[in-house]
């Protein structure tokens, strides 16, 4: 047996249920007499919907469908060798279920060591060899490619990328020594770190050709006859394919400068992998692909044995798995049909929703709002908003057209509401306000109507209390901006039945949306995590710690962004208005800073000037603030903030906010956009012991987006 046979061998004994994908071999005479062509179909014999993955027994089964083409080329029997996928899928790379059961370095490095044995070979062998993607290609399934001389791509391919970074690893079977060296390192950053940061960005079929990592590109319907068309011409000498020459001096420093800006200003130094991916770029250049290729072997095993990596496939399963499954949802048979949609307001919030229900359901929405200039500029922004989809290339004018037709505005709720399913308002955040929308929207909406309210913090269950029925009612929250941030907080009030709680979650789906069920608590699940921090770092702020200091705080946990730029994201008066709302539920662990009131009742929206180029603190809000003379360092501020966090965790489920400890994370990454490095939030607090500094345990089980300890 080999030594990579060997490896595999031991790496499939830890992990007996992948889905193996197998290596078919078939042969076929190319055209115009080029000879005799080995094609190999990576397929796991399943539909597009279970793309095909690489574990170890399938990078076995490669390696055999390798030997068989060697022996086949040494003989003469065939003129080249060329790889593709099943139907709509290429590969999408390592099968991250086989990761995650790893429990030392020795296998986590035997895993780099296989990949890169078995896809070497395609490289070294007698014959030209050719890579068709064909469809979506990820990870893995990219490297394999960029093994092969020469690589062809669909105009139709979907997706594709190199997403490790984003997940916590490194393109560790070649992608991170063959790209740049392939299309310079320049492009390269910007496929291996921005796109991966950059919420795993994909590629389609185009963007692959024009970066030079496809030697031609063919439409989809016919687009393995044309590749295989095209190889013919390339053997038979009729076509050269020729590259750009590389730029190996300063271009290659810059570059790697370049993605190094960009991973600081994404994770800020708090998560190792894109740091890792760019210190074996900047050593490709010299183009020594065996170093290159032991130093990805070296960067995956460690990768692999540390918590980044566990949190990243743990919000990688939140994203992909759970969300797609929401705890507590009724049965979706429950669910009515919607077929018009009615908007309560005009504003900005209530515009973006119009153009969401518009985009995603394609019914009529109708805006109502209290005079006709508010509606008028309601229903503009949706056209406009359109208008920019149509010029962007994202809708034709058909659709741009229809979409316009479905949206309009009215001052009459009667007529308006009186055939609507489902009605949402977002109207001004007080209580009195929003029960008096509800009772005449409730007086004209048919009996099976859902009232939905976009509230951010207050009592579904109180507004509902003074209707007629109150089991329609239900929270529907959602995050601005509406267009790009992915969670629906769907709040169950007191007496909401199942009927609608159910249509609610059918229309969040619709709407393409992570719908997370919340219990009808204070501020729900994300606005309570970050009022409960964003309350510490004010108060230690109001105690006398530099503005400066304290916004540093949270850094290494390579948040989005700082707290002092979330405030001024959220709006001063907004957290000013939810922590209120937060203080008089729970006094005792939220506070009201008089600071930040000051800076509302004076009318500032920001608390930042950027006249030197860096934020610093407004003069005029400096002189609106009073604080004592007590100053924590940074290390002081987020131990604070963190202890903070883990308790109000600990009490959110404690009351039953939401089902688990999975949800409150899943609500953090896809509502306040925390990094999958940190698995959402419980994972970080787990790993650092904050959990069990602060409530006396941890909130998931070890093995649970940690490393697992050996049997």
Not at 689 to 697: D, I, L, M, P, Y
Request: glycine share 10%; with cysteine.
């Amino acid at each position: 047996m080999s030594e990579t046979a060997e490896l595999l061998k031991g790496a499939a004994e830890r992990f007996p249920d992948e889905v193996v994908t197998e290596a078919h071999v078939r042969h076929l005479d190319l055209p115009a007499g080029a000879g005799r062509f080995a094609l190999i179909t990576l397929d796991n014999g399943l539909d597009h919907t279970k793309p095909t993955t690489f574990g170890a027994q399938s990078l076995a089964k490669l390696d055999l469908a390798i030997d068989q083409v060697e022996k086949e080329a040494e003989e003469g029997e065939i003129v080249g060798v060329g790889v593709t996928g099943k139907p709509f899928i290429f590969a999408v790379g390592a099968d991250l279920k086989g990761v995650e059961v790893l429990t030392n370095h020795e296998d986590a490095l035997a895993i780099g060591k296989g990949g890169h044995a078995v896809f070497r070979r395609l490289g070294k062998l007698g014959v030209p060899t050719f890579a068709y993607y064909n469809g979506a290609a990820m990870g893995g399934g990219v490297e394999v490619g960029l093994h092969c001389d020469y690589r062809t791509v669909s105009q139709a391919l979907p997706a594709f990328s190199l997403p490790e970074v984003f997940l916590g690893l490194v393109p560790g079977w070649g992608g991170c020594t063959l790209l740049p060296n392939l299309i310079g390192a320049d492009r390269a950053v910007s496929v291996i770190i921005e796109n991966s940061l950059n919420q795993n960005r994909q590629l389609k079929g185009k963007q692959v050709y024009e970066l030079g990592i496809a030697d031609a590109i063919f439409e989809g319907a016919d687009f393995l006859e044309e590749s295989l068309r095209w190889t013919a011409a390339v053997l038979k000498g009729e076509i050269e394919v020729v590259r750009s020459e590389i730029d190996r001096d300063e271009a290659w420093d810059q570059a790697v400068a370049r993605g190094k800006e960009i991973a600081d200003s994404k994770v800020h130094g708090a998560a190792p992998a894109a740091y890792r991916a760019l210190d074996i770029i900047a050593q490709a250049k010299n183009g020594d692909l065996r170093a290159g290729f032991e130093a990805e072997d070296k960067a995956l095993a460690d990768l692999i044995m540390g918590g980044e990596l566990r949190s990243g496939i743990y919000a990688f399963n939140l994203v992909q798995k759970r969300a797609k499954r929401p705890a507590g949802a009724p049965d979706k048979s429950l669910a009515r049909p919607v077929t018009k949609v009615g908007v309560v307001g005009a504003g900005l919030m209530a515009s973006q929703l119009a153009l969401l229900f518009a985009r995603r359901l394609e019914v009529p929405v109708v805006l109502t709002d209290i005079d006709q200039e508010r509606v008028d500029k309601g229903v503009g922004y949706v056209h406009e908003e359109i208008d920019k989809l149509l010029l962007k290339g994202r809708v034709n004018q058909d659709k741009a057209n229809r979409l316009k037709g479905l949206v309009s505005g009215s001052l009459d709720k009667a007529t308006a509401f009186a055939d609507a399913d489902f009605v949402i308002e977002a109207v001004f955040e007080e209580m009195g306000v929003k029960q008096q929308v509800f009772a005449e929207v409730e007086a004209v909406v048919p009996e099976h109507a859902i009232l939905a309210t976009n509230t951010s913090s207050l009592s579904v269950s109180e507004m509902a209390s003074k209707l007629k029925h109150p089991e329609r009612v239900v929270g529907f929250h959602f995050f601005n901006p509406v267009a790009i941030l992915p969670l629906l907080e769907i709040v169950r009030g007191e007496r909401t039945d199942d009927a609608s709680l159910a249509t609610a979650f059918s229309v969040a789906k619709s709407l393409k949306k992570t719908a997370v069920l919340v219990k009808d608590a204070p501020a729900f699940v994300v606005n309570r995590v970050l009022t409960r921090f964003l309350g510490e770092v004010l108060r230690s702020i109001d105690e006398g710690t530099p503005v400066d200091v304290a916004d540093r705080a949270l850094a290494p946990l390579g948040l989005p962004m700082s707290p002092i730029v979330l405030l001024e994201l959220v709006g001063p008066a907004v957290a000013h208005h939810v922590a209120g709302t937060l203080h008089a539920a729970f006094p005792d662990r939220f506070a009201v800073s008089e600071n930040l009131g000051r800076v509302v009742a004076a009318g500032k929206r920001n608390l930042y000037v950027y006249d030197t180029g860096k934020p610093e603190l407004d003069p005029e809000v400096a002189a609106l603030f009073e604080t004592g003379d007590t100053a924590l360092t940074e290390e002081q501020v987020r131990e604070r903030a963190l202890n903070a966090i883990a308790e109000e965790v600990r009490l959110m489920l404690d009351e039953g906010v939401v089902a688990e400890a999975q949800d409150i994370d899943l609500c953090l990454i896809t509502g306040a956009g925390w990094p999958f490095h940190l698995g959402g939030i419980t994972p970080y607090l787990d790993r650092e012991g904050v959990s069990e500094r602060a409530t006396g345990k941890r909130f998931l089980a070890p093995g649970v987006a940690s490393v697992p300890v050996p049997a």
